[in-house]
C-alpha cells in the first residue's frame, strides 16, 4: 500500500474521540481556570455595575437559582424587563415577590416577569416561544442560563482527594433520556436552547441589535461530539456525567458559531457564548451529596453565583459586543465570541472550531429538534414555519387509524393549531366552546378555528364525518 493511499485512510477515518494532547491541553485548561479564575477576575468588581438598561428587554431561562437567578435580579434591578423562563413558576413569582418587597423604597417597582418553559420537553419551548412571538414585542437580550449537571443515583464514597472527586464525574451510571427522546445532558444544555434560540429569531429580529447568550462551560475543553451519536448510545463511547456534561457543552458551542455565520450581518444579531468560571450552584444538584459537600469545602476556588454571573451580565450588556462579533463575521474563519470568566474575550476550544464537525453538528441538531433546513433563514425573513409535527402529537397518532374530535383536542392540548374543517358547522363550534370552556378553567389557552370546507391536506375518518387539517407553527 502506497504511502499516499495510507495518509488518504488516515484522512477519511472518522475521529471516535479527543486525542491525547487535545485531552491534556483540555484539562490543562479546566484546571487553570479552577486554580486561578479569582486571581484573574481580581480586577472586576462584584457586583458588577451595569448601565440603565430600561430599554431592553431581556429572558433569563433558569433564573429562579444559581447565576440566572443573580443575573435576572440585577438586569431587573438596572431597569430591564426581564422574563423569567423558568419551569417552577412558583418559585419565580416568590422571588419576584421578595425582590419587590426589597426594591420597593429604591424607586419604581421592577419591570419583571414569569413565564413557564421546561427545557426537558421540547413542546414546552415550542409553547412558550409562540406564547412570546404572539406578543410581537422585540426581545434584545435571550440569556440561555439553564443548564444541567446530573449523575442520577449514582453514589461513591470519597474522602476529599481531587482525584477521587475527578473519578466520580466519569464514573460511568445508567443514562436518562427525556420523553423526546434524548439524552438529559444533551436536551438541556444543547438542543432545547438551540429551538429557542431559532424560535424566537423573529422577536430578536425585531429588536436589532440584540443578542443570543448561551451560559457554557470551560468543560467544553475536554468534550467531543459525534454528530451521528449525539445520544451516545452507539457503544463506541462509554457514557458518564463527565461525557454527557462536556459533549452537550461542546455542541453548544459548535452549534453557536455555525448560527453566527448563518445569520446575515444586517440582522444584527449578535451571538456569544461563555464561561461563567466555576460556580457554586444548583448545576451540581444531582451529584451524589459527598461530591455536593466537597464542592462546598473549596469556597477559596469557587466562585459565588453573584462573581459567576458577571460574565454573563457583561456579555448582554457590554456596548462593545456587537462591534467585536462584526468583526468575527467578517474574518477568514468566522466563530462566535466567546467570553471568559474574567469578561475578557478569548476563543473556544480547538475542536470547538471544527467547521466541519460543526456543520454536522449545525444539520443533526436541526433534525433532532424537528425544523426544516433552512429555517434559520425563513424565520429571519419574517415567514411563518410549518413545523414538522412534534413528539406528543405523534404519540397520539402513532396508533390511530383515524382521527375523533378528542384527538384534535389532545392536538390543540399539545400546542398545535388545530382547524376543524367538517360539514357541521354547528356541532364544531359547539365542541371547541366546550373545550375552551374547559381550558379556561385551567388557565390555559388553546387553539381551535372550524370552517365549512374541505381542504387537500387533510385526515379523514373512515365515517366520514369528521375532516381535519392541522398545523403546529410558530409566528
Known amino acids: 500500500m502506497s504511502s499516499g493511499t495510507r495518509r488518504m485512510k488516515t484522512k477519511n477515518k472518522k475521529k471516535e474521540g479527543l486525542g491525547w494532547m487535545e485531552w491534556i491541553r483540555g484539562w490543562a485548561c479546566v484546571f487553570h481556570e479552577f486554580l486561578f479564575q479569582r486571581f484573574m477576575s481580581s480586577h472586576l468588581p462584584n457586583p458588577l455595575p451595569l448601565p440603565p438598561l430600561s430599554h431592553l428587554t431581556c429572558i433569563v431561562t433558569g433564573s429562579t437559582s444559581g447565576i440566572g437567578r443573580e443575573t ?11 422574563v423569567m423562563a423558568v419551569r417552577n413558576t412558583k418559585a419565580a413569582h416568590d422571588l419576584i415577590q421578595q425582590w419587590q418587597r426589597d426594591w420597593s423604597a429604591k ?3 421592577l419591570n419583571i416577569e414569569a413565564m413557564e418553559l421546561d427545557l426537558l420537553s421540547l413542546d414546552s419551548v415550542v409553547n412558550f416561544s409562540n406564547a412570546w412571538n404572539a406578543r410581537l414585542a422585540p426581545l434584545h437580550v435571550l440569556i440561555n442560563n439553564a443548564g444541567i449537571f446530573a449523575m442520577g443515583d ?3 464514597d470519597v474522602k476529599g482527594n481531587l482525584l477521587k472527586l475527578l473519578a466520580i464525574l466519569i464514573h460511568a451510571e445508567e443514562q436518562k433520556f427525556s420523553k423526546d427522546g434524548y439524552e ?17 429569531l423573529p422577536s430578536l429580529n425585531r429588536a436589532s441589535p440584540s443578542r443570543i447568550i448561551n451560559v457554557n462551560s470551560v468543560m467544553h475543553y475536554v468534550g467531543f461530539v459525534d454528530p451521528d451519536d449525539m445520544n451516545v448510545v452507539s457503544g463506541r463511547r462509554k457514557f458518564s456525567s463527565l ?12 452549534f453557536s458559531n455555525v448560527l453566527f455565520k448563518r445569520l446575515p450581518l444586517e440582522s444584527r444579531i449578535s451571538v456569544v457564548c461563555l464561561s461563567p468560571g466555576i460556580v457554586l450552584t444548583n448545576v451540581a444538584r444531582d451529584l451524589p451529596r459527598s461530591v455536593q459537600v466537597q464542592y462546598a469545602l473549596i469556597p477559596y476556588f469557587i466562585f459565588s453565583p453573584q462573581k459567576g454571573c458577571r460574565s454573563s451580565l457583561f456579555s448582554a450588556t457590554d456596548a462593545q459586543i456587537p462591534e467585536h462579533c462584526e468583526k468575527l463575521k467578517t474574518g477568514d474563519k468566522p466563530i462566535c465570541t466567546f467570553i471568559s470568566q474574567d469578561c475578557k474575550h478569548t476563543k473556544p476550544s480547538e ?6 464537525t460543526a456543520n454536522r453538528v449545525w444539520e443533526k441538531t436541526v433534525e433532532m429538534i424537528g425544523l426544516p433546513l433552512d429555517a434559520l433563514e425563513r424565520l429571519i425573513q419574517g415567514q411563518e414555519m410549518f413545523l414538522e409535527l412534534d413528539l406528543s402529537i405523534k404519540h397520539i397518532l402513532k396508533d390511530e387509524g383515524s382521527v375523533s374530535g378528542n384527538s384534535f383536542s389532545q392536538l390543540a392540548e399539545a400546542g398545535a393549531h388545530v382547524v376543524m374543517a367538517v360539514r357541521n358547522m354547528k356541532a364544531a363550534n359547539a365542541l371547541i366552546q366546550q373545550w375552551r370552556t374547559k381550558w379556561s378553567a385551567s388557565g390555559q389557552c388553546s387553539f381551535y378555528s372550524a370552517v365549512g370546507t374541505m381542504y387537500d391536506d387533510f385526515v379523514l375518518q373512515s365515517n366520514g364525518i369528521w375532516i381535519a387539517m392541522f398545523s403546529a407553527y410558530c409566528h
Open 154 to 156: 449514582c453514589f461513591i
Open 72 to 82: 435576572a435580579r440585577q438586569l431587573a434591578e438596572a431597569g430591564a424587563h426581564v
Open 243 to 254: 461525557v454527557g456534561y462536556s459533549g452537550s457543552k461542546l455542541a453548544q458551542v459548535m
Open 107 to 109: 424607586g419604581l417597582p
Open 351 to 356: 475542536e470547538a472550531q471544527s467547521l466541519e
Open 184 to 200: 438529559h445532558h444533551m436536551q438541556v444544555n444543547h438542543l432545547a436552547p438551540a429551538l429557542l434560540s431559532l424560535l424566537l
